[in-house]
């Protein structure tokens, strides 16, 4: 299947009427970046996420999910940022956690892969042949930043984030492999210089150089894909952080100097990934009474479900005794005298750190 000269723009002007923000291409097949992740699999970077290590070929090589495949078409939504204070205000607060920027509103699977299948079924129709084509949000063995850097939506930084040129990085990016062949986009320069401002605000060094991520040691990987007990020595640096970690992006130029969206938003994907206001800067107090019908309701159709009833309520114990706040004991102390043994660890820890800073 060849390309036609205009389908390229056709399959941008169909992405755009979805109210995607950002449309680019790329050839499928491997690149240093994908070829990377082998060794960064190896070297333990990737911790428990064994759904990484059990399709490393197919993240390597698209090629290997899909037969035939030819093309990548590469999205990305840009997820508006909340009325609140900064997140240095919110991390400093007492009794306050902070929950990342993309979580909290309608979850960004659900908004843009709906945006993303209706794309590829464009694409027969475009083409006036039937095409095959497999989609994704974060959902299977694609590299998404990989495809997105190779499709000249921007560069992989230091953070190892995507970085768009005149959006930022708050994109959520979706995928599309399709046995379609269509003109690759051009790479965009890695413009980051010798900033290295992500590398500095990690409060857990999860750098291990730059654009090398140690997940293990990430706030988004501790207190979202972490299942049991927080590391002891990670938990003073994860501060009033309940739900993954921005503070990379946060003092990244490229975010500092960038609008806080695109101007329009004619269909409102914007607006459902912006957080429910529960969730701008949460009450410690609130989410350590939540119970789990609660915490079902609370979080209903948002990421924030990903860690779980106890593991959010595990990442609010260490908010908790971050915040030095003493009238969060008697919620604490709840945890310490419950049943479940991992999220009393982390109440005793939390009481304990309370206690020496008010000197009991």
């Known amino acids: 299947m060849t390309s036609t000269p205009r389908l390229e723009e056709e399959v941008r002007r169909v992405g755009e009427a979805l109210g995607l923000d950002a449309v680019g291409f790329a050839a499928a097949q491997p690149t240093e970046r994908t070829e990377f992740v082998r060794d960064w699999w190896d070297r333990g970077y990737g911790g428990d996420m064994d759904y990484i290590g059990r399709r490393l070929d197919e993240r390597v090589d698209p090629r290997k999910v899909l037969p035939g495949a030819r093309s990548l078409i590469v999205v990305g939504l840009f997820v508006p940022e ?41 694409l027969s129709s475009l083409k ?30 230091k953070n190892s ?13 979706g995928v599309i492999l399709t046995n379609l062949t269509l003109a690759p986009d051009e790479p965009v320069a890695d413009h980051c210089g010798t900033c290295r401002a992500c590398l500095d605000v990690c409060p857990t060094d999860a750098f291990v150089e730059p654009y090398v991520l140690d997940a293990t040691r990430c706030l988004s990987y501790t207190t979202i894909e972490t299942r049991g007990t927080i590391p002891y020595e990670l938990r003073e640096g994860q501060g009033a952080h309940v739900f993954g970690c921005d503070l990379c992006q946060t003092v990244c130029p490229w975010n500092q100097s960038r609008p806080k969206q695109p101007p329009t938003d004619p269909l409102g994907l914007r607006e459902r990934l912006r957080k429910r206001d529960a969730w701008v800067e949460p009450s410690l107090r609130w989410i350590l009474d939540l119970d789990e019908e609660k915490f079902r309701e609370a979080t209903q159709r948002t990421a924030i479900r990903r860690p779980g009833y ?31 043994p991992m999220l009393a660890e982390h109440a005793v820890w939390a009481r304990d750190r309370i206690r020496a800073v008010i000197g009991d």
């Open 82 to 122: 909340s009325e609140a204070g900064s997140v240095a205000e919110v991390a400093s607060a007492r009794a306050v956690g902070h929950v990342a920027r993309y979580a909290g509103g309608e979850d960004y699977h659900d908004v843009l892969l709906d945006r993303v299948k209706a794309l590829a079924a464009s």
């Open 310 to 340: 106890a593991g959010l309520i595990r990442n609010a114990l260490v908010a908790a005794g971050n915040s030095g706040d003493s009238t969060l004991l008697p919620q604490i102390e709840r945890y310490v005298d419950g049943g479940d």
């Open 161 to 173: 984030c995507l970085i768009h040129p005149h959006l930022g990085s708050h994109l959520m990016l």
């Open 128 to 157: 006036g042949e039937t095409i095959e084509a497999r989609c994704y949000v974060d959902t299977g063995p694609v590299l998404e930043r990989a495809a997105a850097e190779r499709a000249g939506l921007g560069w992989i930084g």
